[in-house]
């Protein structure tokens, strides 16, 4: 429980902050006592992200005061919050992958606080001490992502920090690197620091925070104690009715394969790359297979292989097969032709182009579908399909001529699926399709997927979030360094299993151990 302090740690009253066509946050009250763990919750688009930045001296509000202990204060930047005692970890991590841990962790602090192998001893009694152990001289390339996300916490924490907000930071990590983190979380708070935890996974919120500020189009939609409300209830007060959207999935069994991967390797050149070893996998007509796995361990190289980025020589062809026909050696739009639709992993600058608008984005992978006459773009259905992919899937945008970075990441998701989906695939690749999305986005989205599923696809999704996975997948696998653990039913599997599939417990017979990387 927080510390029983009458003066809280943060306070935030009335803070405002527009942006052109956007009101992000409209006259926001929070409190933050020393010692609390505070859940900021809210749908895509919300004003989270903003009010993380303010807090953290990232941007200024228009308006509204910010006080820490009691004393009103104006950030300018980040060099400033972190004076005060305030940290973040983004979620995505700063850190230079060439260098070691104590050096990055030199870099972030500046030059008053030491050489790197001076702060070496300090790194490792820190680490220690909060359970996240770490050996300072390691290169980061060669860390696990939670050992990684654990230099990015230890940083904070050597810089006395107060509060430390975390946004996601669970997306990423095995079932028992997140179990790691919270009991690392809940001493924090038990020493008196404050948390500011950003997460879309209701059931962590539920269990490690001790209260809520739900946001809602840039407002402040209500308060709550987590553990008090069940998953539902923090889902409407996120999304209103689009929690009832929710719901469980039943399996099915798939008809003929679609998908059939065979011995599939693959050496990577990237130094720091995977490489693949051995990969079978089919995936049927009318299922989905999920395949879990933390970052880093071949799940870019196979989605890669199987999108036709990265081809293989014609003696290999046969390695991939859509529907019996060998297609490892032709590229993507090939690939297309023959029913493979695919849902990249970064949506901006690989899945949709940032300066193009909605409808120009939806032409750069539809063009085989009737959008292109004698060489000449029919604008009118290129703007059509585009309408109907914000129609039906909910995205929220200005319209089809916005630019495909004036979206939240939510919406874009929804828009760059709907454009894969309305193709009508016979084969559906998507990585993490609701990475990073609210729950009504992705409640949105695996309705589409099951309905896409049901009409005959095969679908392959691979994903970092477990829930996600034994929600929508019928057949579930692990990917670890390089190699595929065998599919097993969803209705048979349990979350230990997987969480051991991800370690490379898979086959202990004759597989060396697997480093998560």
């Known amino acids: 429980m927080p510390i029983a302090d009458p003066t809280p740690r943060l306070q935030l009253s009335r803070i405002s902050k527009r942006y052109p066509g956007c009101l992000a946050n409209d006259a926001i009250d929070l409190t933050i006592a020393p010692g609390e763990i505070h859940a900021l919750l809210g749908e895509n688009g919300a004003g989270k992200s903003t009010l993380m930045k303010i807090i953290y001296g990232v941007v200024q509000a228009d308006a509204g005061e910010m006080f820490w202990h009691g004393q009103p204060v104006t950030l300018r930047n980040p060099a400033q919050a972190r004076d005060l005692g305030i940290g973040m970890v983004f979620q995505h991590f700063s850190l230079f992958e060439t260098l070691s841990v104590a050096q990055n962790i030199a870099l972030a602090m500046g030059p008053a606080a030491g050489t790197p192998s001076q702060l070496e001893r300090e790194i490792s009694e820190v680490s220690q001490r909060y359970g996240m152990a770490l050996e300072p001289q390691r290169l980061v390339h060669s860390l696990s992502i939670g050992e990684r996300q654990r230099v990015e916490i230890i940083r904070c924490l050597m810089q006395d920090i107060r509060l430390l907000i975390l946004d996601e930071p669970t997306s990423v990590l095995t079932p028992q690197e997140a179990d790691d983190l919270f009991v690392t979380l809940r001493r924090l708070a038990v020493e008196g620091c404050s948390i500011l935890f950003i997460s879309h996974k209701l059931g962590e919120v539920r269990a490690l925070c001790h209260s809520a500020t739900v946001l809602r189009a840039g407002r402040v939609a209500g308060h709550c104690v987590p553990v008090e409300c069940s998953d539902q209830q923090l889902a409407r007060l996120m999304v209103g009715e689009a929690a009832d959207l929710i719901t469980d999935y039943p399996k099915v069994t798939g008809g003929d394969v679609f998908l059939e991967v065979s011995g599939l390797s693959w050496h990577n050149p990237d130094p720091f790359g995977c490489s693949l070893k051995a990969i079978d996998l089919a995936v049927r007509s009318g299922e989905i297979v999920g395949i879990a796995g933390v970052a880093g361990n071949g799940q870019d190289e196979l989605l890669a292989l199987l999108s036709g980025e990265e081809r293989l020589g014609r003696n290999d062809a046969a390695t991939i097969r859509f529907g019996g026909e060998a297609v490892a050696h032709l590229p993507p739009d090939a690939r297309r032709q023959r029913g493979l639709a695919f849902v990249p992993a970064e949506r901006l600058g690989h899945g949709a182009v940032p300066d193009l608008s909605l409808a120009d984005n939806a032409l750069l992978t539809a063009f085989q579908h009737g959008l292109v006459s004698k060489g000449l773009i029919q604008r009118a259905k290129v703007l059509a399909m585009a309408q109907d992919i914000i129609r039906r899937f909910g995205v929220k945008a200005a ?72 929600q929508i997948s019928d057949r579930l696998g692990a990917l670890c360094g390089g190699q595929l653990s065998p599919l097993k039913a969803t209705v048979d599997t349990r979350l230990s299993d997987v969480g051991g599939w991800m370690a490379g417990q898979f086959d202990t017979s004759h597989l060396p151990a697997c480093a998560i990387r």
């Not at 001529?401 to 084969?427: D, H, T, V, Y």
């Not at 949105?444 to 679908?459: K, P, S, V």
Request: proline share 6%; aromatic share 4%.
């Open 399 to 470: 319209g089809p001529l916005a630019p495909a970075r004036s979206l939240s990441g939510g919406n874009l998701q929804k828009f760059i699926l709907g454009r894969e989906i309305l193709q009508q695939p016979k084969l559906l690749v998507a990585a993490h399709p609701s990475w990073g999305v609210d729950v009504g986005a992705a409640a949105t989205i695996h309705r589409a997927l099951i309905a896409l599923r049901d009409a005959g696809a095969a679908i392959l999704v691979i994903s970092e979030d477990l829930d996600e996975l034994f």
